[in-house]
């Protein structure tokens, strides 16, 4: 195809929005809405998921040594520990600064501490899983290791927090899949209802010997603008609503701290590409519904 015939249909494209104005306004607010929803829904699941993976970051295991456990075996024990693909942090705590700890936390009954000629406590390892839908294979390995005396591990807590983010990730997808579909549902059905409207210029085309192609490319052309407009116009509008909303709850963060969040993720982290999912998808839902809603007119 010339570039001028590939411009003439470009600029048929775009005068096909400026002469269809109800029909145009109507595909692009409904687009806009659809991105929006598909969009809110996408950045929740974004900010739950980091939300878990705050709370899964501070799961704590401790490994307590038999007394007979010498300063070798100890240092061999934590490069085993460090050398651990599953295993993100590695701290030794020594049974004095266990003691020390305890004196700290009783402080109104040190006189008890006097009473005692040698330290109970046993050295220990105190780490950090990095996937805890692996810790039962982790510790696991870990118990077959000499001079373990007990390994104490948050197993009802990590469940739980496997079971929620199996949870959110198979219901957040149902929802998203749910929302694509019925976007690409609506969207279809208004590209087809603008499209009825002009079924006698389309007949006209086709039998004065237009190709499908030639006839198809306008509409393709308009689909494609007003899903690029749809997406600027939903990325804006979610930057100006999340941001508000992050300035709304940014004072409870309390209950944040306590679950060992922060709160929610800072719009820098996604906004280019939440953007560009947005113009993307709405360039595509758009071109394609109403080349869809086309290609039975050109049937003739």
Not at 155 to 180: E, H, R, W
Not at 207 to 213: N, R, S
Request: with cysteine; net charge negative.
């Amino acid at each position: 195809m010339r570039l001028s015939g590939a411009g003439y249909l470009m600029k048929q494209g775009v005068r096909n929005i400026l002469n269809n104005n109800i029909a145009s306004v109507a595909t692009f607010c409904v687009l806009t809405v659809s991105l929006l929803i598909v969009g809110f829904t996408g950045v929740f699941t974004y900010n739950i998921n980091s939300f878990v993976s705050g709370v899964e970051d501070k799961n704590e295991v401790v490994i307590f040594l038999t007394d007979d456990a010498d300063d070798i075996y100890i240092e061999e024990l934590g490069g085993k520990l460090r050398s651990d693909e599953n295993i993100s942090e590695v701290i030794f705590w020594s049974k004095e600064e266990a003691l020390e700890g305890i004196k700290e936390d009783m402080n109104d009954a040190e006189d008890i501490f006097g009473y005692i000629d040698e330290n109970p406590l046993p050295d220990a390892y105190r780490i950090k899983i990095k996937d805890i839908s692996r810790m039962s294979s982790t510790l696991y390995a870990i118990n077959s290791y000499s001079h373990i005396e007990k390994v104490k591990a948050p197993y009802d807590f990590v469940n739980i927090l496997t079971g929620l983010k199996s949870a959110i990730t198979v219901v957040s997808g149902i929802i998203f899949i749910s929302l694509m579909l019925v976007c690409f549902v609506m969207i279809s059905n208004i590209t087809r209802a603008s499209v009825e409207t002009r079924h006698r210029e389309i007949i006209i085309m086709k039998f004065v010997g237009a190709t499908d192609g030639f006839i198809k490319i306008p509409f393709f052309i308009e689909g494609l603008v007003l899903g690029v407009l749809a997406g600027v116009v939903a990325s804006a509008l979610t930057f100006v609503g999340y941001d508000r909303l992050v300035m709304l709850l940014s004072t409870e963060t309390t209950l944040f701290s306590a679950m060992g969040s922060s709160g929610f993720i800072p719009l820098d982290k996604f906004m280019w590409q939440l953007a560009a999912v947005y113009v993307a998808a709405g360039a595509l839902f758009a071109s394609l519904g109403t080349v869809a809603s086309v290609k039975k007119h050109v049937k003739v």
